[in-house]
């Protein structure tokens, strides 16, 4: 009697296993230029997506190193602050 764990492996198995007979299937039917422009058109999405989220990670690390920038000012100067919390802008 095999295991839950290998009926699931055995599950995994078999889905892979399908979207690879699909990929394949779909291939063999579409001719290898347009293959390749959507390849192209994908691997530009994804430039595109990771240098926005370069941009984003830039920004919200120098948001957090002011944050703690002025954090330590403040403590250091013997001035209080209270920390609000956040407000929607409409």
Known sequence: MLSR???SLI???A???CVFFLLVKREKKMP???A???LQKAQQQMREAQAKNRERAVQAITQKNNLEALTIYFKSSGLSF???PPTIAA
């Open 32 to 34: 290898s230029s347009s």
């Open 82 to 84: 209270q920390v609000l």
């Open 36 to 38: 390749e422009v959507l």
């Open 11 to 13: 599950g995994v198995l």
């Open 15 to 17: 889905g892979f296993a």
């Open 5 to 7: 764990s290998t009926y």
